[in-house]
């Protein structure tokens, strides 16, 4: 089995900052694309941020040099640095990572729980 289990939502003013932390763990034998999505009430889960093995990174149009993803592959861990926050930021926050688990022939796709984050004064 394998878990994701994100962590650092909160609730912060405008024009603050959080660092979303994401951690997977089980029976792991190889991770290759992670990423952040958010769903704001009403609305769609959409695409934040995304990480590839490479170290390749790509981002929403709404959160490009704001927000920064990162990854210890090491820690089997994805990180999303978000500053500058707006009210329009305000979302459940969801890790995604594409695993392959130890005994298993191919990639399948694993979500966390969800974190919140809300962005108000």
């Known amino acids: 089995q394998v878990q994701l289990v994100e962590s650092g939502g909160g609730l912060v003013q405008p024009g603050g900052s959080l660092r979303l932390s994401c951690a997977a763990s089980?029976?792991?034998?190889?991770?290759?694309?992670m990423g952040w999505y958010r769903q704001a009430p009403g609305k769609q889960r959409a695409l934040v941020a995304v990480?590839?093995?490479?170290?390749?990174?790509s981002y929403a149009a709404s959160v490009k040099g704001r927000f920064t993803i990162s990854r210890d592959n090491a820690k089997n861990t994805v990180y999303l640095q978000m500053n500058n926050l707006k009210p329009e930021d305000t979302a459940d926050y969801y890790c995604?990572?594409?695993?392959?688990?130890?005994?298993?022939?191919?990639?399948?796709?694993?979500w966390g729980q969800g974190t919140q984050v809300t962005v108000s004064s």
């Open positions: 089980g029976s792991i034998f190889s991770i290759n694309t």
């Open positions: 995604n990572a594409d695993v392959m688990a130890r005994h298993d022939s191919d990639y399948m796709d694993y």
């Open positions: 990480i590839f093995n490479s170290g390749r990174t």
